[in-house]
Nanobody, 128 residues
Framework: QVQLQESGPGLVTPSQTLSLMCTVT??????????WTWIRQSPGKGLERIGDISYTGSTFYRSSFANRITISMDTAKNQFSLQLKSVTPEDTAVYYC????????????????????WGQGTQVTVSS
């Protein structure tokens, strides 16, 4: 059973960098065909797909985030991470990590059913 767990600060100051980690158990993040995704949901909005990293380490970023984000993996710790630079209050959301065993065709919004595995989510608030 694959399980994902997000971790990171609950409060970030505007203009700073948000760093989140997703710890994976039950599968190796380099296992064939797994794709690992960061998703967020702001109040009143759907599930926004931020970006993916594949089992080979290839990354795919939502274009509107591309100049602010980095998604990377730590194979030794079986974790993947999100760094989001220059945050603003509009980045306040519940952040999720999720996974599936094939790449989902790109769409800026996703549904719960699009992914096989989800973390429980972590609330991030951007405020001074």
């Amino acid at each position: 059973q694959v399980q994902l767990q997000e971790s990171g600060p609950g409060l970030v100051t505007p203009s700073q960098t948000l760093s989140l980690m997703c710890t994976v158990t039950g599968a190796s993040i380099t296992s064939n065909w797994y794709f690992w995704t960061w998703i967020r949901q702001s109040p009143g909005k759907g599930l926004e797909r931020i970006g993916d990293i594949s089992y080979t380490g290839s990354t795919f970023y939502r274009s509107s985030f591309a100049n602010r984000i980095t998604i990377s993996m730590d194979t030794a710790k079986n974790q993947f991470s999100l760094q989001l630079k220059s945050v603003t209050p509009e980045d306040t959301a519940v952040y999720y990590c999720a996974s599936r065993r094939s790449r989902l065709r790109w769409g800026d919004y996703v549904n719960k059913d699009d992914y096989e595995y989800w973390g429980q989510g972590t609330q991030v608030t951007v405020s001074s």
